[in-house]
């Protein structure tokens, strides 16, 4: 039975893992989810295929995980994942799970937090969101991409190294996020955006982004997301 | 040369790997950090220990790891770590990493909050911490530990299963720490209660928690606790 993929391109672990399956060769089927849709909230999806409600979700055979990381090392071990992208040897390894756990509360969380007040909640959820309320969303998180790129990228290429690896695929995948709100994570910040412009090089990964890319298009054109792409 | 721990007894995660260490008699050097008189944040500390300026932090031979999580996974590889507390069995071990990474955007981060908002603030940056301000970071970390109840506990014994693992260590440490502010995460919850209690019974949980604890009961005693203990 194949390994089975719930996801939805829209949400940032979601791309990560896409990522990571496509260019692993892992055989995978797609179940595509719609977020704006609210599909994960359903019953069904509650009771079928995750109690947490959220993507992504695999389900291996009869075993069904969630948390992109957690799913990652399972499928380290359970699957052929190069050793590229999360290492056997120990030391290596524990450089990209120490950013794995740190983007957790730092780039994971404020750059969702700005995109869900600035983007989100106006759009879906009827919510204002004037400049004030905004500011400091936009201010805490560009400190913390201040941040990222002081104590990630300033001494190595690559997050975990000298090694490009799985914590540069998840670390992209989220940056890339508020650029839908209209916020370019890249001015301003030269390091950050050279390492970007290597990691979107990565095989796939401009494909798994397309969508979200063409959705950042047609914001940055003036026309409202709404409908169904 | 033995394995160094940077840690103060008052942070969660710092608790949390104590008692892992003990509790698996590795061998380690005690690093105690004075959190609250901002010995992490010196340049001695950014330079020598780490460039995050948090803990905890360990130091193996030149070896420098920080985020506990991390640090707990390169211990099971490193040292020896009980089955019991992180699994070898790569869908037991998935389990434990699921919780793991759960936590961070939820029990971790909305019990820090509310304690950062209700009693940190006030306590050592002279902020103000009125009713109103506090209600809205307490009524999300009442959901969350609701939910933390109802996704972790109501169908096993243990987060991770049948099996008590590390990630039972983790959640408890966290889910102490509200009380400093006055909160009792056990009241209207008789599973977590239960629980908790069961996992407070793990050997060294306790005296880990000593120091803690002693400050839980001088602020429930109405003595603010500014002064080193």
Redesign the interface.
């Known amino acids: 039975m194949a390994l089975k993929l719930y996801y939805d391109e829209l949400s940032q672990p979601s791309r990560a893992l896409l990522i990571i399956l496509k260019i692993s060769k892992i055989p995978f089927e797609t179940c595509p989810v719609k977020l704006r849709e609210g599909e994960h909230l359903s019953e069904e999806y509650k009771n079928e295929v995750s ?2 409600q959220k993507v992504p979700v695999i389900k291996d055979g009869d ?1 069904t ?7 990652l ?2 499928l380290s ?2 699957k052929q994942i190069s050793d590229q992208w999360y290492p056997k040897n ?2 290596a ?2 450089r990209v ?2 950013y ?3 983007q ?2 730092n780039v ?2 404020l750059c969702s937090l700005y995109l869900r007040v600035k983007w989100i909640e106006p759009r879906f959820f009827g919510k204002e969101a004037s400049p004030k309320k905004i500011a400091p969303y936009e201010s805490r998180m560009a400190n913390c991409l201040d941040l990222f790129e002081e ?1 990630w990228l300033s001494k190595t290429p690559y997050i975990a190294g000298d090694q490009i690896s799985a914590a540069d695929i998840w670390a992209a995948c989220e940056i890339e996020q508020p650029r839908l709100a209209g916020y370019d994570p890249e001015v301003g910040r030269p390091i950050l955006s050279k390492w970007l412009n290597k990691i979107r090089k990565i095989p796939y990964y401009e494909e798994v982004h397309s969508r979200f890319n063409k959705m950042v298009g047609l914001e940055a054109s003036g026309t409202q997301v709404k409908a169904k792409l």
């Open positions: 109690r947490f075993f995980l969630t948390e992109s990381i957690a799913i090392r399972y071990r359970e120990s030391k390894q524990a799970d120490e794995l756990e740190w957790h509360n994971r969380l104590l």
